[in-house]
């Protein structure tokens, strides 16, 4: 009782030190200028800015694809990809590691609300690390929630920090270069053929894990997501 309490304090006064310094307000496309004068203005450690920025969004619900994107806007493809993927993976191990020792039955009331988290466990056991795999890749389930969730399942730390940082990637390239793509100048055949092979990509990443898992799921277990 006592951890919960700690864990209660400690994320009510870091989310009203957001609210104050409009952190979350000033993460958004509407302030798509300012924030790039912002985040620039820190110089050498504006990677690092940006970072913690993202752990703190994963651990405290935030959505992350706006701030994925905004990554291609302001530290270009590669870069952008990098420091989503550093951020994403810390943060996501926070929440893992939380939902394990700290807040195992917030979580687990959380989880047995939403009808698709609450059947990620169930998943999991008929599935393997392939769920994992998949829920990395498309959003299958809410991404925030789900990083808490599995904490309360039965899977590894080492499985499930290895499978996220790797299968995270490809979904956090495509969004962080379509990011970058957006606010680049270049020639209009060029940034259509920029555009296209990307959002094929996209459709490809969305499609073939769904087309594995039926498979699987023909193969063993007869669950919708």
Known sequence: MKKKLIVIIVAVAFLLLLKKYDVFYLFSFENINELKNYIHSFGMVAPI?????FIASTIFFVPGL?????AGVLFGTAKGTLYVIVGSSIGVSIAFLMGR???????????????????????????????LIISRLIPLFPFNLQNYAYGITDISFKTYFWYSFIFMIP??????????????SMPTE????????????????????????????????????
């Open 66 to 70: 706006p701030i994925t994107i905004l």
């Open 190 to 225: 060029q940034f259509v053929l920029y555009t296209s092979v990307l959002l094929v990509a996209l459709c490809m990443l969305i499609i073939v894990p769904k087309k594995v898992f039926k498979v699987d799921r023909k193969e063993g277990t007869t669950h919708e997501l």
């Open 101 to 131: 020792y700290l807040g195992r039955d917030m979580v687990q009331k959380a989880v047995e609300k939403n009808e698709k988290m609450a059947k990620l466990d169930q998943y999991i056991k008929e599935q393997g690390n392939m769920i």
């Open 49 to 53: 800015v940006f970072i913690a920025f």
């Open 171 to 184: 979904g956090t390239f495509i969004y962080t270069a379509f990011g970058a793509l957006a606010y680049t």
